[in-house]
């Protein structure tokens, strides 16, 4: 499987969609959908039923997964693609408008 370019914990923007120009950290990733979880972006809302964790159900407001191609890396203010490259026996990510190494 390829190497994705995006990690948890990462700020991105939204690019595409409903909540086009949306910004916000990465909750998590599903490497095999290609999917990512964005805090505060493409809220759903969901009707839970009563458990030990919700004693009173009713309906949650919720983060649902969106494509990756859809988000943009946000690095020092700017959005940006990323790119691989080999420094010593290291790959490492850098930012393409840039040439800054990211992490």
């Known amino acids: 499987m390829a190497m994705l370019k995006i990690k948890k914990g ?11 120009n949306a910004e916000g950290k990465v909750v998590s990733i599903d490497r095999k959908k290609h999917r990512v979880v964005v805090e505060g972006v493409n809220m759903i809302t969901k009707h839970a039923k009563p458990s030990a964790a919700n004693p009173n ?6 983060e649902a997964p969106i494509d990756i191609s859809n988000v943009m890396l946000v690095f ?14 290291k ?8 040439g800054e190494v990211i992490d």
């Open 57 to 62: 159900g009713g309906i949650v407001h919720m």
């Open 91 to 98: 790959k490492v990510r850098f930012a393409k408008k840039t």
């Open 76 to 89: 020092k203010g700017q959005p940006t693609r990323v790119g691989f490259r080999m420094e010593g026996d």
């Open 10 to 20: 990462d700020t991105v923007k939204v690019i595409a969609g409903k909540d086009c």
